[in-house]
């Protein structure tokens, strides 16, 4: 799925006022944290993370791997904070999140 800048843009908004949901310490990104953040993207499809550590460049690298394997789309990252958008793949009744369309 592919986003245009007014979407991503849309969706940084609303996550301007998330807490973050999952919190990365310094163990990095286990296999329990994918656990974790993939079963918050089931439930609010945009969420926010907390990285710990200083190394902006592990920030990065976690943050590209986050996406890799949980199939979800960038939308922010500023400092240590990092948020990630993916579809719900449940059907209900309404997406938790509406996307303007492009």
Not at 16 to 23: A, C, K
Not at 52 to 78: F, M, P, Q, W
Request: net charge positive.
């Amino acid at each position: 799925m592919k986003l245009s800048t007014k979407q991503i843009a849309h969706l940084r908004g609303l996550a301007h006022s998330l807490s973050p949901v999952v919190m990365i310490g310094n163990n990095g990104l286990t296999d329990n944290v994918i656990k974790e953040i993939e079963l918050n993207l089931n439930a609010h499809e945009l969420i926010k993370i907390q990285v710990a550590g200083d190394d902006r460049e592990a920030r990065l690298s976690i943050y590209s791997e986050i996406c890799n394997k949980t199939n979800a789309i960038a939308v922010h990252h500023i400092g240590k904070q990092l948020v990630v958008y993916r579809k719900s793949d449940t059907i209900k009744e309404s997406a938790k999140v509406v996307i303007p369309k492009p």
